[in-house]
T-cell receptor
Framework: DAKTTQPTSMDCAEGRAANLPCNHSTISGNEYVYWYRQIHSQGPQYIIHGLKNNETNEMASLIITEDRKSSTLILPHATLRDTAVYYCIVRIIQGAQKLVFGQGTRLTINP | DAGITQSPRYKITETGRQVTLMCHQT?????MFWYRQDLGHGLRLIYY???????DKGEVPDGYVVSRSKTENFPLTLESATRSQTSVYFC?????????????FGPGTRLTVL
């Protein structure tokens, strides 16, 4: 699985959009970008995933650059409950199903 | 209740004792996983299972044993607990279907080995 690089920490004001970047310059053609988050003391929670098209669900939007070497997770109206560690993971969609977690980005939403 | 549950939620044991952590899911997901999370290491995969009676090692399997006789259960056993196995353990499951294989995590078990 391709390696990802994320900022260690970020801050965002409540009600504003939180944009979390992820670099994955060695991504292969059959690898997807997945985002999970972990709120303090809880198990990780799936947010969204995509291959090359932008994706949106009820939680977030995922913007993947045309060359697929980077992506941005967007939380459109961040709330205090979105304070968590966010993990960007790149992996193939078939196969052993394993997830390799990096250190993630610690996002703090400020009132 | 539907979902994925872990028991116990908290466990204190002594070095050398055998400990079993339980994981149960009600979705009939094919895949199940065990991770441990330590400060400074993030989540690391211990073992995973693709189906009943099929298991495989992850990144850090030493000192752990798993079994999966039924699809819904995936117990993790520490045969002789060591202090280095003090950690938070998360179980997860996944349908394992193409296009639909996100993992769903349990609430975790906090294990302390004295």
């Amino acid at each position: 699985d391709a390696k990802t690089t994320q900022p260690t920490s970020m801050d965002c004001a409540e009600g504003r959009a939180a944009n979390l970047p992820c670099n994955h310059s060695t991504i292969s053609g059959n690898e997807y970008v997945y985002w999970y988050r972990q709120i303090h003391s809880q198990g990780p929670q799936y947010i969204i995933h995509g291959l090359k098209n932008n994706e949106t669900n009820e939680m977030a939007s995922l913007i993947i650059t045309e060359d697929r070497k980077s992506s941005t997770l967007i939380l459109p109206h961040a709330t205090l409950r979105d304070t968590a560690v966010y993990y960007c993971i790149v992996r193939i969609i078939q196969g052993a199903q394993k997830l390799v977690f990096g250190q993630g980005t610690r996002l703090t939403i400020n009132p | 209740d539907a979902g994925i549950t872990q028991s116990p939620r908290y466990k204190i044991t002594e070095t050398g004792r055998q400990v079993t952590l339980m994981c149960h899911q009600t979705w009939s997901h094919s895949y199940m996983f065990w991770y441990r999370q330590d400060l400074g290491h993030g989540l690391r995969l211990i073992y995973y299972s693709a189906a009943a009676d099929i298991t495989d090692k992850g990144e850090v399997p030493d000192g752990y044993v798993v079994s999966r006789s039924k699809t819904e259960n995936f117990p993790l056993t520490l045969e002789s607990a060591t202090r280095s196995q003090t950690s938070v353990y998360f179980c997860a499951s996944s349908p394992g279907l193409a296009g639909y294989n996100e993992q769903f995590f349990g609430p975790g078990t906090r294990l302390t080995v004295l």
